[in-house]
């Protein structure tokens, strides 16, 4: 500066110091004469440069506070504020900020709220489903992540030998841990095995394996599962109290007797017999042909018999079981009877689950279930063949399969088959009873947009996809309304739209007609076209109804919240 010099710079200070220098104190070392002698006797250069300098006038060792100070001073211009002074901008110089909003709109429509490659949130996979965000428990994360990871391997499992979706049990198990304070976790759904890993930092990882080797009907334990996981997303169940819940679902009995499921197995045929044009005795003949083949299927199954060769073995007997009485110069229509056989025989919630895998991007698992069901649909075709052929041998005549069966019932007397139809189909795949009306239900809507359909000459294969589009979407209302998954509601919905009819036509062409194989070719590719087409359609109605069913899961979770 120009009015002096500041301490520290080797000279005295002058007229006018600074503030701040003349409010430091001065300490000052008291004089040692052992420092006199080491400067005589010292031949150092410093003591020849600095002759002047005495040690009264040595600058003090100020805290590193003093000089941190200094050059503020030599920074601050004559007639400047005070140093503690609150820092104002002057008008001229202060930012428009009339259109702000507009720039940090602009700003967001260019930039975007996030990186490019940020990381998804796991979390974030449970948009869409019905335990969007859930509600973290206030305690925090659990005292054992293993305890909590192991339930939700409990879980998963259940959820698959029950019939879930991939999808449905992924989103199950971010839904749980997250509610229970768990996270950094990773979900891997391969087929039937299911990894978490467990990656916390400067934790040592967790990962656990669980493989499902079996599987068996029972929808009303899966819409308990579902109420499960509803609940621990609310934030009013604890992990002790879940894992009791559900190892009570698994223990829990099915809501139908083994003999009630052997009887709708029969009434089923006799239902489908009656909507696809046959008559009274065809029904009566469907009846009793699928009580028997229910009950060899239990047999195979004590047996230990692969699918394959179980399914093939009961194709087979209701195929001969028509033929014989048809022989036998009954008025029946025997390909209609073994068309009411073989729909129970064909892997439906197999081929929706699989397709629902597809679409919601889990290529391995929808892979794994195609093939199953592929190996299903081939032992029915296989049994089916293996009847015509030991029907020819032993003297049957050929059947007469050109003609097509029309309906000889009005169509609120075949709305009032499909109803019941559809209510056997719950009945044997173990639905909770309080659904076993609303997805009947669901079926005869779908059978009304069907019937409009084949009236307005839509056609035998696009009918069936758009039908199931609806049962698809309506399944998804129903679901939520009643607190059960979607696939427990369409699977039973969609049954009487599968072409039973052609699948049966095209392996009879292929087996006993030479001159109609290219026929029997196309017709079976026909009708496993319509068969995905269908699965697909369920899966689509299911997407489009979820814009419109966020605010019933919404409401649902409101209401338990307020209980």
């Not at 504020?81 to 104002?88: E, I, K, N, V």
């Not at 990381?119 to 206030?138: D, F, K, T």
């Not at 008559?279 to 699928?290: A, D, E, K, N």
């Not at 006993?512 to 009708?527: K, R, S």
């Amino acid at each position: 500066m120009k009015d002096g010099t500041e301490p520290g710079n080797g000279h005295s200070p002058t007229t006018n110091p600074s503030p701040m220098a003349e409010s430091l104190p001065v300490i000052q070392r008291p004089f040692d004469p052992s420092d006199a002698e080491k400067e005589k006797l010292s031949a150092t250069p410093r003591t020849e440069v600095k002759p002047t300098i005495q040690p009264a006038s040595r600058p003090p060792r100020a805290p590193k506070v003093q000089q941190k100070a200094a050059p503020k001073a030599r920074q601050r211009q004559p007639g400047s504020r005070p140093t503690d002074a609150l820092p104002t901008t002057p008008r001229a110089v202060r930012p428009d900020r009339s259109n702000a909003a507009a720039r940090s709109m602009l700003r967001r429509l260019v930039q975007g709220e996030a990186p490019p490659t940020q990381a998804m949130s796991i979390v974030e996979r449970l948009a869409g489903s019905p335990y969007a965000n859930p509600m973290v428990q206030a305690a925090g994360p659990d005292a054992s992540v293993r305890k909590t990871l192991d339930f939700a391997l409990s879980l998963a499992e259940t959820m698959f030998r029950y019939g879930a979706g991939a999808l449905e049990v992924e989103t199950s198990i971010i839904a749980v841990t997250a509610a229970f304070g768990v996270d950094h976790v990773e979900v891997d759904i391969t087929n039937q095995s299911v990894i978490l890993n467990y990656s916390a930092k400067d934790q040592t990882p967790t990962t656990v394996l669980r493989v499902v080797r079996s599987w068996t009907n029972n929808y009303a334990g899966l819409t308990a599962i579902h109420q499960l996981v509803s609940d621990i997303a609310d934030g009013g169940v604890s992990r002790p109290e879940a894992s009791q819940r559900l190892e009570n679902i698994t223990r829990r009995p099915k809501p139908f007797p083994r003999w009630m499921v052997t009887a709708a197995f029969g009434i089923f045929a006799a239902a489908i017999v009656g909507f696809i044009g046959g008559g009274p005795l065809g029904s009566l003949l469907g009846l009793g042909s699928c009580i028997l083949v229910d009950l060899l299927s239990r047999q195979l199954g004590k047996w230990r018999v692969p699918e394959f060769f179980a399914v093939a073995t009961s194709a087979g007997m209701v195929t001969l079981i028509a033929m014989l009485f048809w022989w036998l110069e009954l008025p029946i229509a025997p390909s209609l009877v073994v068309v009411g056989g073989i729909l129970l025989l064909l892997p439906t919630g197999r081929l929706v689950s699989a397709t629902q895998d597809a679409i919601n991007g889990f290529p391995v698992t929808a892979a794994g279930r195609y093939l199953s069901a592929v190996l299903v649909f081939g032992g029915v075709v296989s049994g089916i063949a293996v009847a015509l052929v030991v029907g020819s041998m032993i003297g049957i005549p050929p059947l007469d399969l050109l003609q097509s069966p029309e309906t000889v019932y009005p169509w609120p007397v075949v709305a009032v088959l499909v109803f019941i139809a559809v209510a056997m189909i719950c009945i044997s795949e173990q639905t909770d009873i309080k659904l076993v009306v609303p997805t009947s239900l669901v079926g005869v809507a779908g059978y009304l947009l069907w019937i409009s359909l084949i009236n307005a000459g839509v056609g035998y294969r696009l009918g069936p996809a758009l039908a199931a589009v609806l049962i698809g979407g309506l399944a998804r209302v129903v679901a939520l309304r009643m607190g059960a998954p979607q696939l427990v509601v369409a699977v039973p919905a969609v049954m009487f739209l599968y072409p039973g009819l052609t699948i049966f036509r095209s392996m009879y062409s292929l087996t006993l007609d030479p001159a109609m194989v290219d026929d029997g070719a196309i017709g079976l590719f026909n009708a496993l076209t319509v068969i995905l087409a269908i699965a697909g359609g369920v899966v689509l109605g299911d997407n489009l109804a979820r814009p419109f069913t966020q605010g019933l899961s919404s409401n649902e979770r409101q209401r338990s919240r307020r209980r």
